[in-house]
């Protein structure tokens, strides 16, 4: 990573970074020592670490497909969308529907960065630098802006994102804020560090909150249920990640299989 960082005061390089530490797990160019070292905190407990960023993206990737192709979304919200990496939201979901709108959302400035140098030129995909610690302040912006119409149905994706709220940001108050203002006929993904009672979610959560990156919450099955609020579940249901709707390139015997849980519910 190099030219491409914003020469911004709000970019602070000594501190590793959540979209970055991602991206070097995915096996992306775009970080610096200090998220290698965040990183290479996860993988000492779990060497398998990494493979949750896969099966997230898989996740993701069959997730917008599902949405577009087949719920009938044609405006998706991305919270926590991360740097850019194969398989972008907006990339799945236009091979599906040229036509789909999709705002990006991020507290991180260097994502907004990159995001804007990739989609300058596309009209139908807007960048938002927001925190979902404030989702008002996502949709306040989002109604600023023309490209999506909150009185029509949109897909919120909070694809590994809600796990980096602590418990004290009160990530239940905060998905029912966005669950409120969302149409009927939205749909909400979520996809979360899962704590079902296995000693590597207890190790790995400690290395997450310890080891430089300062978050990363492993939750009950329970308390990800809550999330949707009551919504209608689509099958199968919250479940595994990867028992999600699997396709041909989801992997059915991953490593860390049971540390990550995945579902999309319907708003009536
Ligand atoms: C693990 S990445 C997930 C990227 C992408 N959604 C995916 O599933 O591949 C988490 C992203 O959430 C962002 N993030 C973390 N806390 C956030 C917050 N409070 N508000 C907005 N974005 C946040 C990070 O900057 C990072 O880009």
């Known amino acids: 990573m190099d030219d491409q960082v914003p020469a911004s005061s709000d970019v602070d390089l000594s501190r590793p970074s959540i979209a970055r530490v991602y991206d070097y797990l995915l096996g992306g160019k775009e970080h610096l020592d200090v998220d290698r070292r965040a990183a290479n905190a996860l993988l000492n407990v779990v060497p398998e670490a990494a493979e949750i960023a896969k099966d997230n993206r898989s996740f993701l990737r069959r997730g917008v497909e599902y949405l577009v192709g087949e719920a009938g979304i044609r405006q998706i919200v991305d919270v926590g969308s991360g740097l ?4 972008n939201v907006h990339e799945v979901a236009h091979a599906v529907d040229p036509g789909t709108r999709i705002a990006y959302v991020d507290n991180d400035p260097v994502v907004l960065a990159h995001a804007r140098a990739l989609l300058a030129t596309d009209e139908r995909t807007t960048v938002v630098t927001a925190d979902l610690r404030k989702p008002d302040s996502i949709f306040d912006q989002l109604g600023a802006n023309d490209l999506i119409d909150l009185d029509e149905p949109v897909a919120v994706l909070l694809s590994g994102v809600l796990h980096h709220l602590s418990d004290d940001d009160d990530p239940a108050a905060v998905v ?12 909400l993904l979520i996809t979360h560090f899962l704590f079902d009672d296995e000693s590597r979610a207890f190790a790995l959560e400690r290395a997450f909150l ?10 009950s099955w329970d308390e990800l249920r809550s999330y949707f609020g009551g919504w209608e579940l689509v099958e199968p249901g ?3 990640a990867n028992d999600w709707r699997p396709d041909e390139h989801t992997r059915v015997d991953g490593p860390v299989h049971t540390l990550y849980a995945g579902g999309v519910a319907r708003k009536a």
Request: aromatic share 6%.
């Open 238 to 240: 919250l479940v595994y």
């Open 176 to 187: 029912a804020t966005v669950r409120d203002r969302l149409a009927a006929g939205s749909h």
């Open 210 to 219: 310890h080891g430089g990156l300062g978050s990363g919450r492993f939750r």
């Open 84 to 87: 850019p990496s194969a398989g």
